[in-house]
C-alpha cells in the first residue's frame, strides 16, 4: 500500500477543505513546494496535488504552484483539477507529473479517457468522487445519476493506471475512511484503487492494512497528516512493515 500526501492547491496555497466546500479551507502552508520537499524528506514514495480552483474553473488555475512542486520533488507526483483535454494531460506529463487524475471528464466524455490512457500507457487515473454512492462532477458541485461502480467499469479494459474513490461526505471531517465502499468498488473492477476522504488517525493506517483490504492499492491523507494526527515517521513505519511480512 501507498500512503499518499496531499497537496490541494487554493490561490496558490495549501489548504484543506471541508467535504469540498472552498468557503471551509484551512490555509496550512503559503509555500506548497516546501510543503512537498517536507514530505520527500519524510519518506512519502508519492505525492497527491489536487487543483482546487481547476476543478472548478475547467482549466488548471494553479499552474505556477503545481511547476513548483514538480521542480522541487524527486518523487513522482499524481495531479487531479481541471484536466479535461488532451493538451492539459500532455501539458502536465511534459513538465513532470508521473500520472493525471481525470474526473469530470470521465463522467462526460469517457472515450477521451481511453484515448488519453492508449497514447500515455500507465500515466492516466480516474478520479470517482461519490456522494451517497453517486459520482459527482464539477469540483463536487453537481451530482450525477451514475454510480461509483458503473463509472469504475467504463474504463475496465481502457488501460487506466489507478481510480481514486473519494467519499465526499467524509473529505476533511476527519470520520474515517468509507471502508465498505471503497473495497466494494475495488471488488466491481481490476483498475487499482486508491482510497480517499476521511482518513483520521493510525488506527486508519492499520485498518488499511488488514487482509481485506488487499485489494486497495492505496490511500490519501491530507488535514490529519497536517495538524499532527498522523505521525509521518508511524504510519510509514506500519506500512513497510506490513511489506517486510508479505514479503516473508
Known amino acids: ?22 468557503q471551509q479551507a484551512t490555509v496550512f502552508n503559503d509555500d506548497p513546494a516546501a510543503q512537498a520537499a517536507a514530505f520527500q524528506a ?34 513522482p507526483a499524481q495531479l487531479g483539477g481541471g484536466i479535461r483535454d488532451m ?32 497514447r500515455h500507457p500507465g500515466k492516466i487515473a480516474v478520479g470517482i468522487d461519490a456522494k451517497d454512492g453517486r459520482v459527482a462532477v464539477e469540483g463536487w458541485a453537481q451530482i450525477s445519476s451514475m454510480t461509483a461502480e458503473e463509472l469504475g467499469r467504463r474504463f475496465e479494459d481502457a488501460g487506466v493506471a489507478a481510480i481514486v474513490y473519494t467519499d465526499i ?30 482518513l483520521a488517525s493510525i488506527g486508519d493506517i492499520e485498518r488499511l492494512l488488514e487482509p481485506d483490504c488487499a485489494r486497495l492499492a492505496g490511500a490519501i491523507t491530507g488535514r490529519a497528516l497536517y495538524d499532527g494526527r498522523i505521525d509521518a515517521a508511524e504510519a510509514l513505519a506500519l506500512i513497510r512493515r506490513s511489506r517486510e511480512a508479505v514479503a516473508g
Open 1 to 22: 500500500m501507498i500512503l499518499f500526501p496531499a497537496i490541494d492547491l487554493k490561490d496558490g496555497r495549501c489548504v484543506r477543505l471541508v467535504q469540498g466546500d472552498m
Open 42 to 75: 519524510q519518506g512519502f514514495e508519492w505525492l497527491h496535488i489536487v487543483d482546487l480552483d481547476g476543478a472548478f474553473a475547467g482549466k488548471p488555475m494553479n499552474a505556477a504552484a503545481v511547476e513548483a512542486i514538480l521542480r522541487r520533488v524527486r518523487i
Open 87 to 118: 493538451k492539459t494531460v500532455e501539458g502536465w506529463l511534459a513538465r513532470g507529473a508521473a500520472r493525471v487524475i481525470i474526473g469530470t471528464a470521465a463522467v462526460r466524455d469517457p472515450d477521451f479517457v481511453r484515448e488519453a490512457a492508449r
Open 169 to 198: 461526505a467524509r473529505d476533511g471531517v476527519l470520520k474515517g475512511l468509507n471502508i465498505p465502499m471503497t473495497i466494494a468498488l475495488a471488488q466491481a473492477v481490476s483498475i487499482p484503487v486508491i482510497a480517499s476522504g476521511g
